[in-house]
């Protein structure tokens, strides 16, 4: 191999992008057009940012759940026993554990929470590591996530009409499911999994924690109103 070939191949050699390089510039494309998907993620990854999100909450949703499955077995073998999620008359899970709309579907709703958000964590540890999902599993994750808003703005609704109380692990449930569903959505339109208008891909990826602040403000502001009067007697 003549100089001259052997300089060529050592310009292109210097030419090809390592990895950590291309991500580098995805990363830089990305920060000038945040609503911009990367290649990696219209490959089916996912920013980091999701999967540590994914990965906290859908632990911390895991263990509100189960926590929720022990207090129900606890008050099954002794229903005068003592729970400490019992906070005072209006914070409290023992009146929801037992009551209908805690296994509305049959199973009961926290062990079909722990499936969830065992899965969610699953997940997010997937992306974690650089993994590339399916477009069939992007697109299960979203229809889940809607199915997870519906069901805690559901119970909610329970919560303030029927049972007229807070469960302190619903709120952490609650607390973590919004996030997801926002974030999930965002990054799954922004990979194209979905199709979309533009606006709304961009509106939800640019603006998505305007989204998650509204909806917890909602959620707070029911709060305050719905237990006016307890928390007066409360506090």
């Given at each position: 191999?003549?100089?001259q070939q052997?300089?060529e191949?050592?310009?292109?050699d210097?030419?090809?992008?390592?990895?950590?390089e291309l991500?580098a510039?995805?990363?830089?494309?990305?920060a000038?057009?945040?609503?911009?998907?990367?290649?990696h993620?219209?490959?089916g990854?996912a920013?980091?940012?999701?999967?540590?999100l994914?990965?906290?909450?859908?632990a911390?949703g895991?263990w509100?759940?189960?926590?929720l499955?022990?207090?129900?077995?606890?008050l099954?073998?002794?229903p005068d026993?003592?729970?400490?999620c019992?906070?005072n008359p209006?914070?409290?899970?023992?009146?929801?554990?037992?009551?209908?709309?805690?296994s509305?579907?049959?199973?009961?709703?926290?062990?079909l929470?722990t499936?969830?958000?065992?899965?969610?964590?699953a997940?997010?540890?997937?992306?974690l590591?650089?993994g590339r999902l399916?477009?069939?599993y992007?697109?299960?994750?979203?229809?889940?996530s809607?199915?997870?808003?519906?069901w805690?703005?559901?119970f909610q609704?329970?919560?303030?009409?029927?049972?007229r109380?807070?469960?302190?692990?619903c709120?952490?449930?609650?607390?973590v499911t919004?996030?997801?569903?926002?974030?999930?959505w965002?990054r799954?339109?922004q990979?194209r999994?979905l199709?979309?208008p533009e606006g709304l891909r961009?509106?939800?990826?640019?603006d998505?924690a305007?989204?998650?602040?509204?909806?917890?403000?909602?959620?707070?502001?029911l709060?305050?109103?719905?237990?006016?009067d307890?928390?007066m007697?409360?506090?």
């Open positions: 191999m003549s100089q052997r300089a191949d050592a310009t292109a210097e030419d090809v992008l390592t990895d950590e991500l510039e995805e990363e830089a494309l990305a000038l057009d945040p609503a911009r998907p990367t290649e993620q219209l490959a990854g920013p980091r940012g999701l999967g540590w994914l990965t906290i909450g859908g911390l895991t509100a759940s189960v926590m499955i022990l207090s129900t077995q606890k099954l073998r002794d026993a003592a729970l400490g019992d906070i209006l914070i409290g899970c023992g009146k929801f554990v037992l009551s209908w709309q805690a509305v579907l049959g199973p009961p709703n926290a062990v929470g499936i969830g958000f065992a899965i969610v964590t997940t997010g540890v997937a992306l590591g650089g399916p477009r069939v992007w697109v299960l994750l979203m229809a889940g809607v199915l997870a808003a519906v805690i703005t559901w609704y329970q919560a303030f009409t029927n049972l109380g807070l469960c302190p692990y709120l952490v449930v609650w607390a919004i996030p997801i569903v926002v974030n999930v965002a799954g339109l990979g999994h199709p979309a961009r509106f939800l990826v640019q998505r305007l989204v998650i602040t509204v909806w917890y403000a909602v959620v707070l502001l709060i305050g109103v719905v237990f006016w307890q928390w007697l409360i506090l």
